[in-house]
């Protein structure tokens, strides 16, 4: 019996949990729920808590102010749930924010994108992505379907850079993770340096989240590249190849984004980071609204700060925007509006675009900070403009 | 491999699959990172502290959740899996997003015959070799090292012998959490500390352990070598992806054809 | 009690006509894949053998009901039968030379199988789609029926193949074969000293238990519309698993209820976000303190069955 | 009395296996317990050294009950039990093994020298002491365990089934072995299926018939009793 009586404590209780989370839902008159599906557990989970507590605080900001539709005063209601970077769960969230009426989702992970954006698109759900993607994710099948983080695309913007910072840089290697991110990074990458007139030398994949690089990292060697893009990886494995390139003695450029600066030199040590090029990361705050997010972070979490936060601090701001840019609630209205609302963000002015490439603008553009690794701690190193025509 | 080594310890002994090992590696490489790097004692305090306190963890899981089951193997695999999914989760509540690292206790690296190692690794394959050593010695030339054995061999003969069986499986559970924590400070030594540090390793080992056979540390320590070396091999000349595929295919064989494990005896 | 099982039938036929909620139709769905997983582990279990190489099978099966709706536009109701039987062909070789191994090594050695299925799958981008996976697998026809948005149309076909699954497998439970396996399970030597082919039956098991998992697999392709090998991990072979030891190896019920148990709460936890997965690594460990011989044996502790088993 | 058992049941689940047997053995005296296979003379051991917990009777060692005693503690009182199927640590070697039996003595360098005593009385052994005790033939195996035994320093020393399997030679072998145990002054509770050898051993013999006790005798009545000839002696 003890048993039995257990077990419908524990149904209670979880009945009680799930009364108070959907408990917003049904008073939507005038919030907006924003259902966010991240990897709150697992390898990925990093990203995930960075980004549920810079949208958390980004919301309180929104919130404040409140969004005026009409005569009403609309606020944004975040909902976290984990998907745990498995493109199954990712599916079963958004069943459960479609069935919850959930108009806007946010979404991290190509992983876990990809296999709801025909859901979505049907359901005429507002989906914000922060992956990395291309017309799979986007495109005119999916028109309420944005990309809220330049990711592959950053090639655009830094390649021609790299050109004109490091004319010596002549041959490139790829290094991804294997799976959906790994290789979108890794194709568009390799399409866009090659435009840019760099030879490709070598293309590699790694197991996410393995601990032994130095294979991966013998083969790069290998192929004598003078930079190396790490691509799609993230985290702990970007430390880890970095310490056994500079262990096999490899003596040329790194290039890598996605990443918290800080960490990443703890792990691969300071002298194998030394020189590191960091894509599309802040390591230090330029601007005072910058500054600004840089003091809540550690005042609030404590050091070290995640550069992700920044990556991750504009996107509920737009989406603000673009509401009361349409003044209206509706995915469908709103989604026209995104299209043309421009947004003076953490990184200057921001837009949906990239119409050249995906047929619609869907994919945010900006200004690319790069940083990069100086006596053992990052540094800013230039903010590189968008380029002209993509 | 040290990792292994616990695992083969319990494995061997007890047939119990300790899922909560990884759990251990982890925590105590946090441990670690923070006494020793966060409030920036010596790491001659740290170390030992982070031993100590998985050598705890490690009798409390024995008397708490492995004994009430009385060691049924698919059982115990199920409140591993369950205690390291709650423990990783809680992990990463409290640790926070950002993974740390431990500094290296011997930085820098050496030039061997054409490859470049970094001396913290080779610091970490001697203090395992030395462990491993350890290990053997108290296994085969102490009383609580041989009664362990003797266990293993056979409970009941054991028990005959006037052996407390319990006795030696919380000193089983001791020993092998105490590796972990050695592992963990190597682990995060060299490739840094955050929540999921202690799943792959602990595949890992599980694997080595099966091919070096159960309760052999020769055999642990020769089949995380012949691991290790396969592993970048293939990974060098193939690729990761290849490689990904081959192992696997190696190790299906190795078990087909010698299902004890390459260096296992009969049971 | 006999009137039972045809009203539980009988009440998730009527399921949907009551029920709207889409999610609640998803989480049944899922549910319905992983019985037929849990149950098809379960049938090789009962020799005392756990195959990690499951969601191998599942994704052979996966695969195989991709490649022909999507690529040759076959009917998905061709594609269906014609998965499940390659599993199971493919299990027949791998089957033969894994089953020489026993206990843990057979473990491991079908836990490499299904590394070594993600893994060619992985590789080979043409035609098996590389790490990107396969995306707009076509549902099955009439597609007016099986929708996006509405879900009952494949609420009833993921029942269909629980039902038939449950009740084959059953069936060769409650078989000679069956009581030749469960004999199996309690020592080789005993059961072949009492005139039983181990190695033959053994094999049966395990090519009819990946012919279900292919089954469970072809489901999977055209319901999600999506695969990848990131779905079809040893993690969640694993996952089949804790279904089985949590809801009980004594009889079939055992491996439904965990499916069902475990598929159920984790979603009531879903709210909880970060904590979901805290909350259910707790419920493994308190339910196997709690019952140690799984759900079924609690329930045959409370409730002790009339007859035999 | 060395060893008293007075009316001892034990079940395994719900099967009775043992239905109140008694039996006694004095100091220095060797007593046989026949029967069939199944009849509990193996249980009736395990119960005397502790493995299998009692259902009713009580069992008195040199005068003190011990039936609520660990294994641990009636193995500090003298009282060893060679097990069924030799039950070897079969990955150590002979001498580890010949330590294990003395694993509750502190004392050593008498182990030591006890060791080497019983290299002196199994030449075999010293021969082979440095071998796994898995690769020993199962006659070296089972003096391998009688020294065990002996490593204990044993009182009363309860022996089961020690001649399964062997050639007659070997099983001549051990009675001699035996004999010599018993010389030395321990007394030995014999269990054996050879029954023609157990009762040319032993000065009394028990009668066990599935779980109970059906005659008690000293060994030269039994070998003449019909029933015994006919069943057990198969003349």
């Not at chain 1, 032994?212 to 290998?222: E, K, N, S």
């Not at chain 3, 094999?203 to 999977?220: D, E, K």
Request: charged share 15%; proline share 5%; glycine share 10%.
């Amino acid at each position: 019996m003890t048993i039995a009586r257990r077990g419908f404590v524990a149904l209670g209780t979880a009945a009680a949990a799930i009364g108070m989370g959907s408990r917003p839902g049904l008073a939507a008159d005038k919030t907006i729920i924003l259902g966010c599906s991240i990897p709150l557990s697992g390898p990925a989970a990093p990203t995930g808590i960075t980004t549920q507590r810079t949208v958390e605080h980004a919301v309180e900001l929104i919130n404040a102010q409140g969004i005026m539709v009409g005569g009403d005063r609309y606020t944004i209601v975040p909902q976290f749930y984990d998907n745990k970077y498995i493109p199954a769960e990712a599916v079963t969230v958004v069943e459960k924010m479609l069935a919850d009426g959930v108009k806007y989702l946010f979404s991290t992970g190509s992983g876990n994108s990809v296999p709801v954006v025909g859901k979505t698109t049907e359901a005429k759900v507002l989906q914000l992505s922060g992956a990395s993607g291309k017309d799979h994710l986007t495109g005119p099948k999916f028109p309420y379907s944005f990309r809220v983080q330049p990711t592959n695309e950053t090639a655009y913007a830094v390649y021609p850079w790299v050109k004109t910072a490091f004319p010596n840089v002549k041959r490139v290697a790829h290094m991804n993770p294997s799976d959906e991110a790994g290789f979108t990074e890794s194709e568009d990458r390799r399409m866009i340096s090659e435009k840019n007139g760099f030879t490709n030398v070598g293309n590699e994949y790694f197991k996410r989240g393995s601990t032994d690089m130095y294979p991966v990292a013998t083969r790069l060697v290998g192929f004598n590249p003078d930079l190396i893009d790490f691509g799609g990886t993230i985290g702990r494995d970007q430390g880890l190849a970095c310490k056994a390139l500079r262990e096999l003695g490899y003596k040329g450029h790194i290039l890598l984004g996605y990443s918290d600066a800080k960490s990443f030199v703890d792990i691969a040590g300071p002298d194998a980071a030394e020189g590191a090029l960091l894509f599309d990361t802040l390591a230090e705050p330029q601007t005072p609204e910058q500054h600004e997010i840089y003091d809540w972070w550690i005042k609030k979490y404590g050091a070290p700060f995640p550069s992700y936060v920044f990556l991750m601090w504009d996107w509920p701001f737009i989406l603000a925007d673009g509401i009361r840019k349409a003044q209206s609630v509706d995915p469908v209205v709103v989604a026209e509006a995104l299209r043309t609302t421009v947004h003076h963000g953490i990184f200057g002015e921001e837009r949906f675009g990239m119409k050249s490439v995906y047929g619609i603008d869907c994919s945010l553009t900006r200004q690319i900070p790069m940083s990069i690794v100086k006596n053992g701690k990052p540094a800013w190193l230039a903010t590189i403009d968008w380029p002209a025509g993509v | 491999m040290l990792i292994a080594l616990g695992v083969t310890l319990l494995f061997g002994i007890m047939r119990v699959v300790n899922f909560v090992h990884g759990e251990l590696v982890m925590l105590s490489a946090f441990v670690i990172w923070y006494i020793g790097v966060d409030q920036g004692w010596p790491m001659w305090v740290a170390i030992p502290v982070a031993i100590a306190m998985a050598a705890g963890i490690g009798v409390l899981s024995q008397k708490y959740l492995f004994k009430p089951l009385q060691y049924e193997m698919l059982n115990c695999f199920i409140v591993g899996i369950g205690a390291s999914f709650a423990i990783r989760s809680a992990s990463w509540a409290i640790f926070g997003p950002e993974p740390q690292a431990i500094p290296a206790m011997l930085p820098g690296v050496v030039k061997l015959g054409g490859v470049f190692m970094a001396k913290q690794r080779l610091l970490a394959a001697g203090v395992c070799v030395v462990l491993a050593i350890v290990l053997y010695l108290f296994l085969h030339f102490t009383k609580p090292g041989k009664a362990m054995r003797a266990v293993e061999q056979d409970r009941e003969a054991a028990l005959l012998m006037g052996i407390n069986p319990e006795s030696v499986y919380v000193t089983a559970f001791m020993i092998s959490a105490a590796l972990a924590a050695v592992g963990g400070a190597m682990l995060g030594s060299v490739f840094g500390v955050d929540p999921e540090m202690g799943a792959e390793p602990l595949l890992k080992s599980f694997i080595i352990v099966q091919i070096g056979g159960m309760g052999s540390i020769a055999g642990t320590v020769l089949a995380g070598l012949f691991i290790g070396v396969a592993d970048s091999v293939t990974g060098t000349l193939l690729g990761g992806e290849l490689a990904f595929i081959i192992d696997f295919a190696i190790l299906m064989l190795i078990l087909i054809v010698r299902p004890k494990g390459l260096f296992g005896y009969d049971v | 009690m006999k009137l039972a099982l045809p009203a539980l039938i009988v009440l998730l036929l009527a399921l949907p006509l009551g029920v709207h909620n889409q999610y609640f139709l998803h989480v049944m769905i899922v549910i319905g894949i992983n019985v037929v997983m849990a149950v098809s582990m379960w049938l090789l279990g009962i020799t005392g053998l756990i195959s990690f190489g499951q969601a191998g099978f599942m994704f052979i099966g996966a695969m195989t009901t991709a490649l022909l709706t999507k690529d040759l536009g076959w009917p998905f109701w061709v594609a269906l039968p014609l998965s499940a039987t390659a599993a199971g062909l493919i299990s027949a070789p791998v089957g033969r030379l894994s089953l020489r191994v026993k206990g843990v090594y057979f473990f491991l050695v079908t836990l490499a199988f299904g590394q070594v299925v993600a893994g060619v799958f992985a590789y080979f981008e043409n035609p098996f789609g590389g790490w990107y996976g396969i995306r707009d697998i076509p549902p099955p026809q009439p597609a007016a029926l099986f929708r996006t948005l509405d879900k009952t149309a494949f609420y009833y076909l993921a029942l269909a193949l629980v039902l038939v699954t449950c009740w084959i497998i059953y069936r060769i439970s409650r078989s000679w074969f069956g009581t030749v396996l469960w004999s199996i399970r309690e020592g080789d030597l005993l059961a072949s000293s009492i005139g039983i082919d181990v190695p033959s039956s053994k094999l049966v098991a395990f090519i009819v238990s990946a012919f279900f998992a292919g089954a469970a697999g072809s489901l999977y392709a055209s319901y999600y519309g999506y695969i990848s090998p990131l779905v079809f991990t040893f993690e969640y072979s694993v996952n089949v698993l804790v279904f089985i030891v949590v809801g009980g190896f004594a009889s079939m019920a055992g491996p439904i209820s965990g499916a069902v148990v475990l598929t159920l709460v984790p979603e009531l936890f879903r709210v909880t976000g970060k904590y979901q997965m805290m909350a259910f690594g707790l419920i493994l460990v308190g339910s196997m303190l709690l019952m140690p011989q799984g759900i079924i044996g609690a329930w045959q502790k409370l409730v002790p069955p009339r007859g035999g088993r | 009395m060395l060893l008293e058992v007075s009316s001892i049941a034990i079940s395994y689940g719900t099967a009775q296996v043992l239905h109140g047997v008694s039996l006694t053995v004095a100091d220095g005296e060797t007593v046989t317990l026949i029967g069939a296979n199944g009849a509990g003379k193996t249980s009736c051991l395990r119960a005397i050294s502790g493995l299998e917990p009692l259902t009713a009777g009580a069992i008195s060692f040199d005068g003190e009950r011990i039936d609520g005693l660990t294994p641990r503690q009636r193995l500090e009182r003298g009282l060893v039990h060679v097990p069924e199927g030799k039950r070897l640590f079969p990955r150590m070697t002979v001498r580890d093994n010949l330590a294990m039996g003395a694993f509750l003595r502190s004392d050593a360098n008498a182990v030591r020298s006890d060791i080497e005593a019983m290299y002196a009385r199994f030449p075999i052994l010293k021969a082979r002491h440095g071998q796994a005790a898995g690769s020993l033939s199962g006659g070296e195996q089972q003096i391998l365990a009688f020294a065990r035994g002996l490593m204990a320093r044993p009182k009363l020393l309860l022996i089961d089934e020690p001649t399964v399997g062997l050639s007659p030679l070997m099983v001549k072998e051990l009675s001699a072995a035996m004999r010599a145990i018993h010389a030395d002054g321990v007394a030995i509770l014999l269990v054996e299926q050879n029954a023609a050898m157990a009762l040319r051993l032993a000065t009394r013999g028990y009668l066990l018939e599935t779980g109970a006790c059906v005659a008690e005798d000293n060994t030269k009545a039994l070998m003449a009793n019909d029933y015994v000839r006919k069943a057990y002696l198969g003349v």
